[in-house]
């Protein structure tokens, strides 16, 4: 098991030691200090984004983009991606089994379920490279410049799994200014914090960058352990360090090289489940919760209470590394056209335990082990982009390659309570009357004809997964300025891909429960006439029986199956704008686009009644767990205005979106499936109003997305619900709002508030829609207030997130094994703190 208490003695060792390094520098920055500033005046319609790979006003960009600058974040209190939603609306980000499956989802769409082999419709790239799925790119993201998040299909330039957008994370480069900083953070829940950088020059050409952090905190969940073997009382709690340097060199007036590594590792307890409503089977696990006095799960369903059952560990260990390198050369070519490589090297990798059953009763888990549950990437990527203009074309080329490693470990345990809880909990779908009987958790014994407690037991399932994805494309994007107002874009890409899995199946205790029905039906039979059904009702109830004992996990038919899968995808996809420029006030502008999001395989034991992924729940195994790929077509009419001398944006788009197989995960009964949704629209409007006035900063914005499956009908019976119905995590509104104002005390103080809250409606957190995973609309709020020296050398500030302390779910679920129960993974409650800063 991972130790999980926090490591506080590492507090940033790194900064530490860096800031050794250099006794000089606080003398030299305070010189600085003390010369009068001289800074160009500013103002927001100067805001500078990389949407289209190149540097571009943002009101010059027909291109949905939320800009936010490093004040901002800040203000915010932004870390990761997940911090990012309270700023973006329509964005919505989760968390479920671990920290390492958090899924983004713009205006409704992103990746639904949690599994390796669906990848991601919103991708994330962190300076200028790739990360294969959101939990990948979920960690500290150090010093930010600037984040942009791109809405609608941006496959066209960044690449063919960004169907529903782009979340594009800009770090600091290193500069040719020295400075340092130090944070120091404390908070409820026990929490600390310690983070720092330096920025060094190293002669006249080159600079040296580093930022490490040290983070931890109690978790905000209390947990009933039961009789263990789980230790930790808390969970979601957190516990990690990250590392990122970066060395730049200019060797000459026309070519920039910057070197960046980073290195994050995480070890922490995450995620159990609290119980939303508690259903009849409760009580089966009641009773066999071995704790005098406690209970198997909560005994009233109160979620906001904050606590959960759970006797197993939920440790996880994630780990994530990379190096790159961005060169960018002004070439003698093509009038000074730019030539950029952006080469990369990334490692990942992510181990947790989990109670499968969310109780304290030994039913079903996995260790936090690798041997147990483990994921993990290795990729390498390498871009090329020629850009370059002339008096009325700027121009982009570009190629892109990736080779993706994906190596998944599986098992599932079975503990000495599932065999009598599953034998009670089938009578009682039988007829509940049976299920009162003092011998009930004899029965799946007797049907077996294996002698009690062996029917189910230990290492149930040992699955290995490895895939291998290589991907090449090329791609254009040109804009033409057909005259002073007037520009056409074009933007092409050709993606091709081919995937390869290999897939291994063991069961090592042997499946022997199930095994033993598909031997002999006859004595299921018997062991239910026994309990007094006739034979034409025991007949009937055999097959609920022996697909009950031969759930994925404990079924024979999977034990030492090996196969192999193969696809090969050529894919277009591309863009199509008109932008037209009235006055120096209001731009227009209206968009085509054509998305593409990859193919791929389910990577976990997926069995139906046909052995095709296409039936419905059933014992047979799927060999072919393929899935085609996910096509969007997207149209946008767009304006962007500038008011009050540039201090004043307000921008508006009408968006209509059309999704075909749109690929969902779905739980048929027994296993989890890919199905492929013929049809999901998503059509509404987003806005946003950017202001500054002196040290007065308002930030807002509003998304109105009406997003629905199609009318089509499903094969599930789980999805009935799906057909003509809003889809899951889609609220129809959403609304971001920030206020920042920054006012002189004194002579030499200076003070700044912040406020920055978001709304969103009613919304389903389930793939199935079931109406007890409906989530209420809510809103939370942010706020930061600071004081600090006017050369800028040191604040305090005083910061809280979720400062109402709003209740909310990430996500509901079906208690797994529990009839008429259902979980949640709840949102963060409030937390607050101070931090100190200190500059030179």
Known sequence: ????????????????????????????????????????????????????????????????????????????????????????????????????????????????????????????????????????????????????????????????????????????????????????????????????????????????????????????????????????TDDFNQDFGTVRAQFRWDPSDTLTLNLAADVTNRTEDCCTGVTIIRGSTASILDALTPMPGDRGVAPIADPYAREAWSNRSTGQHIKDKGLSLQADWTTPWFGGATLTSVTAKRKWSSANGLDFDFSTADLLYRNPTEDDNYSAFDTFSQEFRLTGSTDTVDWLVGAFYSNEDLDRNEAYRVGAAYEPYLSVAILGRINPALAASPTAPLFLSQASGRPFGTVFLGHAAADTYEQNAKSFALFTNNTWHASDALDLTLGLRYTSEDKSLSSRYTNPNGGLGCASMLANPAQVVAALVARGLTVAQASAAAPQVVGFSCLPWTNVRHNGRHTEQDMSEGEWSGTLKAAYRWNDHVMTYASAARGYKGGGFNLDRVQSNTGLSSGVSGIVPVDDTSFPAEFVDSYELGAKTTWLGGNLLLNATLFHQTYSDFQLNSFLGTSFVVRSIPTVTSRGFDAEVLYQNGGLFVQGGLTYAKTEYGDDLLPDPDLVLLPGSTASFAPEWSATGAVGYEFDLGKNLVARMHVGAKYMSEYNTGSDLDPQKLQSGYTTVNARASIGGRDGHWAVELWAQNLTDAEYMQVAFDAPLQTGSWNAFLGQPRTYGVTLRWRY
């Open 1 to 232: 098991m991972f130790d999980t208490q926090p490591k506080r003695r590492r507090l940033a060792l790194a900064v530490v030691a860096a800031l050794a390094t250099s006794p000089a520098l606080p003398a030299m920055a305070q010189d600085a200090a003390q010369a009068p500033a001289q800074q160009e005046a500013k103002t927001l319609d100067k805001l500078v984004v990389t949407a289209q790979k190149r540097e571009e006003a943002l009101q010059d960009v027909p291109v949905v983009v939320t800009a936010l600058s490093e004040e901002i974040l800040k203000d915010t209190g932004v870390r990761d991606v997940k911090d990012l939603q309270v700023l973006v609306p329509g964005l919505t980000v989760t968390s479920t089994q671990s920290e390492a499956l958090t899924t983004a989802r713009i205006r409704g769409i992103g990746t639904v379920g949690d599994n390796a082999g669906l990848e991601s419709s919103v991708g994330v790239v962190i300076d200028g490279v790739y990360r294969p799925r959101n939990g990948v790119g979920f960690g500290d993201l150090g010093e930010l410049e600037r984040i942009e998040v791109l809405k609608g299909p941006q496959g066209t330039l960044f690449g063919k799994n960004t169907s529903a957008g782009v979340i594009n994370v800009v770090t600091k480069r290193p500069g040719f200014e020295p400075s340092a900083e130090v944070e120091l953070t404390g908070g409820n829940y026990a929490a600390m914090g310690i983070a720092g950088s330096l920025n060094l020059p190293i002669g006249d050409n080159s600079a040296f960058r580093i930022y490490a952090a040290q983070r931890a905190r109690d978790g905000y969940i209390d947990v009933h352990i039961g009789a263990g073997p789980r230790t930790e």
